[in-house]
């Protein structure tokens, strides 16, 4: 192989030879080599795939033009002149995180790695290169998921506190000012007394009831007493539509127990607000090691997990969290909307 530009023999090192040469070329990940000048020597099949180049377009030409995005040319080549100049580097033999640029100019996260390789005509340097789109997606899909469980847990206490001065809080006021009205009237107006202790047992009762309210939103009650499928039956009559239960008889962890109850009880809130569904329907199955919950409606159709709206997003969160995942089926046109959750259960 000859340089393009003097015609001088290019060492390829060892990478391109057979067998080493076969076992790269079989490489998933991109292999490339260069010289002390930083010009192409090699690169495997991976390479050519994952940048949109040929091998004999750019084998001889500088590295930092094909793969290096503009920002970082100048970087690095300073870096390789230190390092053929002193040995020093900073990146050689690390795994180090990147940013790099394919033939048509799009940008991509990658994972590099570089090992110096002293060849006879000098210092030569192969970098092993891997494409982490995905995995750097998940990890900001995780991120921006936990971001939004937080932020649902800060709202959620916000709005139990809300609750709780509005409205308990207020009703065990006013059975307190009853309670001691009745006392100063009692010596003078025993039945003017009566009729506040009255007052006063009907606002205590009140607070009693929101407070039980607000327990069942932050945990049922029935869920711990009498298990799933009594607490979707208690929610399944308090929705305004008729709602169809085939539950399995399962033992479930108490955690996953909860998560698939609030999972239905969002999933119905969702119908309520936004399907026009006249009836819809609840299961929860196992099959293949997976718990199965799915919540289906006979509505309008045309729900999008990208519309703006939070509920989607938190049925997908709370499941994720279990390490499950949530699938939508909501065509348009009157077909309604079918939500179901996918959860492995452990052995």
């Known amino acids: 192989m000859q340089d393009r530009d003097t015609g001088d023999p290019i060492a390829a090192g060892a990478v391109g030879d057979a067998p080493q040469g076969a076992v790269l070329e079989a ?9 002390g000048r930083g010009r192409v020597t090699y690169l495997n099949a991976s390479a050519e795939r994952t940048f949109g180049y040929r091998r004999d377009e750019v084998v001889g030409r500088e590295l930092a033009q094909l793969i290096v995005p503009p920002a970082q040319r100048e970087a ?14 900073g990146i050689l033999d690390q795994r180090i995180e990147l940013m790099a640029m394919r033939a048509d100019g799009s940008e991509f996260p990658v994972e ?8 006879p005509g000098g210092p030569g340097f192969t970098g092993f290169v891997r494409d982490i789109t995905e995995r750097v997606r998940a990890d900001q899909e995780l991120r921006a998921s936990q971001r939004r469980v937080i932020e649902a847990a800060d709202a959620a206490r ?18 307190l000012i009853n309670l001691q009205l009745a006392q100063q009237k009692f010596p003078s107006n025993p039945g003017r007394a009566l ?16 407070l039980r309210e607000l327990a069942a939103g932050i945990h049922p009650a029935i869920l ?11 929610l399944a009559d308090r929705m305004p539509i008729p709602v169809s239960l085939d539950v399995a008889s399962l033992e479930l962890l108490p955690p996953l127990e909860a998560s698939v109850y609030f999972f239905c009880s969002e999933a119905l809130a969702n119908v309520a607000k936004h399907a026009a569904a006249s009836a819809a329907w609840v299961s929860v199955t196992m099959a293949d090691g997976e718990l199965l919950v799915e919540v289906r409606d006979d509505g309008i159709g045309g729900a999008r997990p990208d519309s703006g709206g939070s ?25 309604g909307t079918t939500v179901t959750a996918r959860i492995p259960l452990p052995a």
């Open 76 to 89: 690095h080549r300073r870096g390789l002149m230190r390092c053929v100049a002193t040995g020093e580097s």
């Open 27 to 35: 490489a998933l990940d991109c292999v490339f080599s260069i010289d």
């Open 311 to 335: 509920g989607l997003v938190g049925l997908s969160d709370r499941i994720k969290a279990l390490e499950g995942h949530v699938e939508l089926s909501s065509p348009r046109g009157g077909s």
């Open 224 to 234: 711990s007493d009498r298990g799933l499928a009594a607490a979707l039956e208690a």
């Open 158 to 175: 916000e709005q139990v506190t809300r609750d709780i001065h509005d409205g308990a809080q207020q009703q065990f006021v006013n059975t």
């Open 112 to 119: 590099l790695t570089v090992t110096r390789v002293d060849l």
């Open 195 to 210: 009729e506040l202790l009255d007052v006063a047992a009907a606002e205590a009762a009140g607070g009693i009831e929101t």
